[in-house]
């Protein structure tokens, strides 16, 4: 019975010490991602891997968007440009269906860097 206390209670402490490790930075990025993914309902339209809250079918999938050579089939894939189309689409191609969702500069910085790093 001592035995079954122990093992109960050694369970609970590694249990207890594996909650309190911090997140590896890929989890917290795919969790930063997530939280402004969702707030400007970009998961309306795209699906990414990184984000599993997405179920978009009209825009194109962003899973991989860092290891491509351009976006919206016009830009150079740079960290600039990525972060321009987030915020102001219309302004880079006027006929995209991608709408202006009023992306802050702070979070499209954030969520640039973010993509452009699932290769």
């Not at 001592?2 to 989890?27: D, N, V």
């Not at 802050?104 to 790093?117: F, K, R």
Request: hydrophobic share 40%; aromatic share 8%; net charge positive.
């Amino acid at each position: 019975m001592t035995k079954i206390y122990i093992s109960i209670t050694l369970m609970s402490i590694l249990a207890f010490a594996y909650y309190l490790l911090p997140e590896s930075e890929s989890a917290k990025r795919s969790a930063k991602l997530r939280v402004r993914f969702t707030a400007y309902g970009c998961s309306s339209c795209h699906v990414i891997s990184e984000a599993q809250s997405s179920s978009g079918k009209v825009g194109p999938p962003l899973t991989g968007l860092g290891s491509r050579a351009y976006l919206a089939g016009r830009l150079p894939n740079t960290h600039e440009n990525l972060v321009r189309w987030i915020r102001f689409p219309q302004k880079v191609d006027p006929e995209t269906v991608m709408p202006n969702m009023n992306v802050t500069e702070s979070d499209a910085q954030e969520m640039a860097q973010i993509l452009n790093e699932f290769k």
